[in-house]
Nanobody, 124 residues
């Protein structure tokens, strides 16, 4: 089972990036998928998650209104559209999958599979 995150890069504050996470090895269409991030010297924190059906999403307060999580179960993938990026959004972003389809959890320990991370750097 592999989760491959991509789409990170360097962007100016106020700009946008779209992260993608492709899953292989098993189907995650019924699993909660999430994005977490870890800034230098800080703990990993929850960013956003989406249920297996895509009908329910949940966001950290710090990204609400700026980030949008979505999924394409036909392609076994999940995306994170990040708009109005801020310097404090700089971090390594990880996608993760929970074997369960419900409920959404913000606890990293509840997720069973993790991607390798993709670096997002926002310049001020």
């Amino acid at each position: 089972v592999q989760l491959q995150a991509s789409g990170g890069g360097l962007v100016q504050a106020g700009g946008s990036l779209r992260l993608s996470c492709a899953a292989s090895g098993r189907t995650f269409s019924s699993a909660v998928m999430g994005w977490f991030r870890q800034a230098p010297g800080k703990e990993r924190e929850f960013v956003a998650a989406i249920t297996g059906s895509g009908s329910t999403t949940y966001y950290a307060d710090s990204v609400k209104g700026r980030f949008t999580i979505s999924r394409d179960n036909a392609k076994n993938s999940v995306a994170l559209q990040m708009n109005s990026l801020k310097f404090e959004d700089t971090a390594v972003y990880y996608c993760a999958a929970d074997k369960k389809s419900w409920p959404i959890t913000i606890q990293a320990a509840e997720y069973d599979y993790w991607g390798q991370g993709t670096l997002v750097t926002v310049s001020s």
